[in-house]
């Protein structure tokens, strides 16, 4: 059976992908990770803020006057600070046989986008460059922020010459035009989606409770959606991360046109040997199937042959909300 796949211009010998997280701080979980069948592990972000404010960096921190009574994390209290993050990136590299992919997290341009080089020397396969931003501001509009998203890929394309994989959100007006923006701009893929981190509100202390909540299976369906219709206009990779815990959710991601899947929160819950059953079991449906190998089912479900794919889904909003009857 053959699991191989071209993600970002990578040859990876299976779809699954260990998602940006804590797993690649240490050395031990990556191989266990490996060992299980991963095809390429992210390591956790290193953020904009992080690096900017590097007290060993040569440049000057970036002037930002909502920054001093932002609650941001002291340097100290980041997990890897960037030196740090450049020697697991190191040995990593030099104990998995797999790919790494280093993650930036940031949102606009800036000294910041600089460090990617030094990410490329210390062995990095990729960059998955995560853009994180709640915009709360009137005054900015939606295609000011896509600008700067434009310009952030066009700099770090420029800084480096490994492939960059954009982890989106899906709250974009034409999530279609600024996947297809983001390419032209020299992203060889793109990750879909970011999850956003969504505080919850405690009504009996009248607070507010950040909190991380790990995913369940029904966000996949967002994911599912956007791949079937991204996959046939894109001529890079996607990447499905959000919700996938099960080899039918890997083999639902690859109908709708991923060439990789993501996994975090299942790993997290149940520990690195899962991994080992969802391969085998995607390789048991496969078989069931009569698929030999991944480009075989890829796409298959996708919006490709679908002649009016606006009208398609407002036609299957109209039928389901139909559908219920009391
Ligand atoms: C503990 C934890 C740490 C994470 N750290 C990062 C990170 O540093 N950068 C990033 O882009 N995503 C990060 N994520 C998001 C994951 O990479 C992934 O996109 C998300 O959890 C959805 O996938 P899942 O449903 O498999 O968990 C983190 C998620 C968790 C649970």
């Known amino acids: 059976m053959n699991l191989a796949t071209n993600y970002l211009g990578l040859k990876l010998r299976s779809p699954f992908i260990v998602g940006a997280s804590p797993f690649c701080d240490d050395v031990h979980h990556a191989l266990q990770l490996q060992d299980a069948g991963a095809g390429a592990l992210v390591m956790r972000s290193l953020f904009e803020e992080q690096i900017e404010n590097d007290p060993a960096a040569q440049h000057t921190p970036s002037a930002d ?95 480096v010459s490994i492939p960059i994989a954009v982890k989106l959100s899906p709250f974009h007006t034409s999530l279609a035009q600024l996947a297809l923006a983001l390419e032209l701009e020299g992203a060889a893929g793109v990750v879909l989606f970011n999850r956003f981190y969504q505080p919850d509100i405690d009504p009996e202390e009248l607070d507010v409770q950040p909190q991380l909540r790990l995913s369940d299976p029904g966000e996949l369906l967002l994911r599912l959606r956007w791949l079937a219709i991204l996959s046939p206009q894109l001529r890079g990779s996607i990447a499905a991360t959000g919700g996938i815990h099960t080899s039918a959710a890997v083999a639902k991601a690859i109908l709708a046109g991923a060439h990789a899947v993501q996994l975090v929160s299942v790993l997290l819950r149940q520990g690195p040997h899962i991994l080992s059953a969802i391969n085998r079991d995607l390789q048991t449906w496969m078989v069931h199937h009569g698929f030999a190998d991944l480009e075989s089912f890829r796409g298959r479900l996708n919006l490709r042959r679908c002649p009016d794919a606006v009208a398609f889904e407002r036609a299957n909003y109209v039928r389901v909300m139909q559908s219920w009857k009391i």
Do not use: C
């Not at 997290?105 to 853009?131: S, V, Y």
């Open 65 to 159: 006057p909502t920054r001093p009574e932002a609650n941001y994390p002291e340097f100290a209290d980041y997990q890897l600070s960037p030196e740090q993050y450049l020697k697991q990136l190191r040995h990593l590299r030099k104990t998995l046989t797999i790919p790494v992919i280093a993650s930036l997290n940031g949102h606009r341009p800036g000294h910041w986008i600089d460090f990617a080089e030094q990410l490329q020397e210390a062995g990095a396969a990729a960059i998955e460059l995560n853009f994180y931003q709640v915009v709360t501001d009137p005054a900015i509009a939606a295609d000011d922020i896509e600008s700067e998203m434009l310009h952030t890929v066009r700099e770090l394309a420029a800084a």
